[in-house]
């Protein structure tokens, strides 16, 4: 199966940030396997007409948590403690697994929609968010959200390592899994440990919560006389490849850990203002060679799951709180919502850029409209002036997900429905 896009400028974020006017692009088996300004004589059986669109990279959501758009608009204006404590908690524990499944497709659905590719879930019922993932055909980080039970350890550590049996690697390699322990203040330093051992057995990495908010940070100096993060490095966590949702508040001394241990910090500025959490000194953690990701947390705390509103806030905040225009520049942006990501996934050889030999999860922006006009700068165009509704096509593994903003894989007005409907029915059990 060979496709081919034409005329399209390209935007490859490579490691020079490398950008193709009027050039082309040749898929084979969900093979990137030609970019560039010839036009080659591939045989296509599929051929796009990229006049006034933009190829770049599918987005990558770093963390997320997609069974909870059904709480979407159901909690709003309240801390990030009580928001968990009073509203959601009570909530999620009567979350079935029919519930999560079309809570994550709605996400799979808006995700698609609003051009990410792939996604990193840190949730639970696992298996409906892997059975939605192959459906839809998005690209699936899967990994099952610990809150450890003190009566029973290792009952969920065992269904991660179920979780990664099944699905590791499953669909064509479309879908992995890693290790997830909530965070520092809801499992024990024992667990943390245990958690670790198992993500080094199966070769793959953890993904956590650090040091989300001001008493987050201030509890673990209580209780363990150190921040969160130095927490969890004396513990040895960090010897295997850690994702570090928020990483908010950090100081020098944090950073160098993380520098140290090559930690993936992911930066979420929605969800970080919308529960009033603080601003991560993302600019700092940068020139210190931190690879940051961007991620848009679940959509109870967004509330949505657009990744160029996400990379619109990312590119803004940082200037306005570190008081300097230069402060995480409209390319660092979109560096972190793309090949940072893939880092931080470990999946940065297959995805995160437009390169040969890269898998094909690739979006069409349509720069045909009056907020993009005039195209003088096409990296400043995404970051600060289009919106998730701009994107035209999708695909994943070379395969479409979204055509000229038609549903390919996704029955959307059943995924609506079905999603309202176990909203009302969870909210009311
Ligand atoms: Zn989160």
């Not at 667990?191 to 057995?201: C, G, I, P, W, Y």
């Not at 953890?206 to 100096?221: C, M």
């Not at 009033?276 to 940051?292: N, R, Y």
Request: glycine share 6%; proline share 3%.
């Amino acid at each position: 199966m060979g496709l081919r896009i034409k005329n399209i400028d390209i935007v490859t974020m490579n490691s020079e940030n490398k950008i193709i006017m009027n050039g082309n692009i040749y898929i084979e088996n969900g093979i990137i396997t030609h970019i560039g300004e010839e036009l080659k004589e591939y045989k296509a059986d599929e051929t796009f007409n990229g006049r006034h669109m933009i190829a770049m990279p599918g987005m990558i959501n770093a963390h997320t948590h997609m069974g909870m758009s059904l709480l979407r608009n159901y909690a709003d204006d309240l801390p990030l403690h009580q928001w968990l404590t009073e509203k959601i908690w009570p909530v999620e524990a009567k979350l079935s697994s029919k519930d999560i499944y079309w809570g994550s497709l709605l996400s799979m659905t808006e995700m698609i929609q609003t051009g990410t590719t792939t996604f990193c879930d840190m949730y639970f019922y696992m298996d409906e968010v892997g059975k939605g993932a192959e459906e839809s055909g998005i690209r699936a980080m899967l990994t099952r959200g610990i809150i450890e039970d003190r009566n029973d350890p290792d009952k969920k550590l065992n269904e991660s390592r179920e979780l990664f049996n099944r699905y590791h690697k499953a669909s064509n390699d479309k879908i992995r899994v890693m290790i997830a322990p909530h965070a520092p203040y809801t499992c024990s330093p024992e667990f943390l440990v245990k958690a670790k051992e198992l993500a080094s057995e199966l070769g793959t990495g953890l993904h956590i919560h650090l040091s989300e908010t001001e008493k987050e940070v201030q509890e673990s100096y209580e209780k363990f006389g150190k921040s969160p993060i130095e927490h969890v490095y004396n513990l040895g966590v960090f010897d295997v490849h850690t994702l570090a949702a928020h990483c908010v508040h950090v100081d020098d001394n944090d950073i160098r850990i993380m520098v140290e241990k090559g930690v993936h910090p992911v930066n979420n500025p929605g969800s970080n203002m919308k529960l009033a959490s603080g601003f991560a000194p993302v600019q700092k953690m940068i020139d210190k060679g931190l690879f940051v990701s961007l991620g848009t947390d679940g959509a109870s705390s967004n509330n949505n799951l657009n990744m160029f509103k996400e990379l619109n806030l990312a590119a803004l905040i940082n200037k306005a709180v570190d008081k300097d225009a230069l402060s995480v520049k409209a390319e660092d942006a979109l560096r972190m919502a793309t090949i940072n990501g893939a880092r931080g996934l470990q999946w940065e050889n297959q995805i995160g850029s437009l390169e040969v030999g890269k898998k094909a999860d690739l979006i069409l922006v349509n720069m045909d409209k009056p907020h993009l006009t005039p195209k003088h700068n096409l990296v400043s165009s995404l970051a600060y002036s289009a919106y998730g509704s701009d994107v035209d096509t999708v695909f994943v593994d070379g395969k479409i997900l979204m055509k000229n903003r038609e549903m390919v894989t996704i029955d959307l007005e059943k995924v609506k429905y079905m999603a309202q409907k176990q909203a009302m029915d969870l909210i009311t059990r």
